[in-house]
């Protein structure tokens, strides 16, 4: 790092002192969160091993079930090697959850990419629409915020279930908050209708508060482990939280009806799945570091940021407006060249399939596509937005953000 570039970085991390503090406290009472679960179902290392074949009486992975349900805030859990990502477990609730006839109602605008084809609002194969299940959308309020009154005016009788994504995902929108954003609109969903149930994607918001939207009235959440509650160690899987009820129909569509959560071999991956739940707060909270840094780093190189470093955050993504292609080439190429993995590899911008426009990314992760590790992607359209999340250290943040601020120095220079 050169003078200036490091410079920046310096003060960046001075700024940022309270802001820290702030995520450590976080961080401690998740953590104690997670112990007091692992206490209270008396974890032993032969609980580590995993089974194979159907996988019946795994001891192991029930206990790991019942400590996902005590953190996450619900009476049950599915915690599975099989479901292998975060919109493996959001289908999996969705279809496990969902007959013919029912409706959708997603809250928090146009969903993630991946669940407009399980819902089918993009014409997709095998979509819920199939199934005759119809799901509505609604729009963001003016202030990029739910909008409660529109939402509980589209309830009808044959709703089922509202959707709600904590995390902003691509949206430029800021992401829900606990226990404000989620506890107020859940309440009045059910105020609304009782019957009606709150399924939330809970992807990149776990360990983010102290409270998760279980906690505020949720009847289930989903998520993935190659995330934050994997904690950067868990290889693959999924999880699903909620009512004992809610779990319980859609563990009868995991594997097949009558076999229930009684099968399921979890292989080689409890040990990891522990360790990783175990490390989750921990880092989630160096993730976020990461993020504030960089946050603050590319402020004060001029660009447009968000959630800016004195932002509430309810997620891990942020957004930064590069305003070139050149640009957002070149701050996607310092995040590779400081990655433990491929930091030699250029990335280039390409077409992919469902996206619009050509998309640019770095991300030179020890697991594949593993987002609780440093990356960055964006689409080759203005304002050039890349968005970043995750590093397993703040130290590897550090480097990374010294790395952008000598790249945008340079860019900077040139033109
Ligand atoms: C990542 C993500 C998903 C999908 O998870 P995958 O593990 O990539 O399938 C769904 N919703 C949100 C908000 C996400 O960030």
Request: charged fraction near 20%; glycine fraction near 10%; include cysteine.
């Amino acid at each position: 790092m050169v003078g200036e570039a490091a410079q920046l970085v310096v003060e960046a991390d001075q700024r940022l002192t309270s802001r820290f503090r702030e995520l450590e406290e976080i961080s401690r009472t998740n953590t104690k969160k997670v112990l007091s679960a692992f206490w209270a179902e008396k974890v032993s290392e032969s609980d580590l091993y995993g089974s194979t074949g159907y996988g019946y009486t795994d001891l192991g992975r029930d206990k790991l079930e019942h400590i996902y349900a005590r953190v996450f805030g619900g009476q049950g859990a599915i915690v599975r090697p099989q479901l292998v990502s975060g919109t493996h477990a959001l289908k999996t609730a969705l279809f496990g959850i969902l007959r013919p006839g029912d409706r959708v109602l997603v809250g928090t605008g146009t969903p993630y990419d991946t669940l407009e084809g399980v819902l089918g609002l993009r014409k997709t194969e095998g979509s819920l629409v199939e199934l005759g299940v119809s799901t509505d959308v609604v729009a963001w309020d003016e202030h990029g915020k739910i909008n409660l009154p529109a939402l509980l005016s589209a309830m009808r009788s044959d709703t089922k279930l509202v959707m709600l994504q904590k995390s902003r995902g691509y949206q430029s929108r800021a992401s829900l908050r606990t226990a404000t954003d989620l506890a107020t609109s859940i309440s009045a969903i059910k105020e609304r209708d009782p019957n009606v149930l709150v399924l939330v994607d809970n992807c990149y918001g776990e360990f983010v508060e102290t409270l998760e939207p279980c906690n505020v009235g949720a009847d289930v959440v989903a998520g993935s482990l190659i995330k934050n509650p994997g904690g950067g160690l868990a290889t693959t899987g999924g999880y699903i939280v909620g009512r004992r009820d809610v779990i319980d129909t859609i563990g009868a569509q995991l594997i097949a009806p009558g076999v229930g959560l009684h099968a399921g071999p979890t292989h080689g991956f409890l040990r990891e799945f522990y360790q990783g739940l175990f490390m989750a707060p921990h880092t989630v909270k160096e993730a976020q570091k990461t993020s504030l840094l960089l946050s603050s780093v590319l402020e004060s190189l001029g660009y447009e940021v968000d959630p800016s470093p004195n932002d509430d955050r309810g997620d891990l993504i942020l957004s930064v407006a590069l305003n070139s292609p050149s640009s957002l080439l070149a701050f996607c190429r310092a995040i590779q060249g400081a990655a433990p993995i491929d930091a030699h590899v250029t990335p280039q911008d390409s077409s992919m399939p469902g996206y619009e426009d050509a998309v640019v990314m770095a991300a030179g992760t020890f697991v594949q596509g593993s987002s609780i590790e440093l990356s960055a992607d964006g689409p080759m359209r203005p304002p050039y937005i890349a968005y970043v999340q995750g590093a397993l250290t703040y130290e590897h943040g550090y480097v990374a953000a010294g790395k952008v601020a000598e790249t945008l120095l340079a860019e900077q220079r040139r033109s």
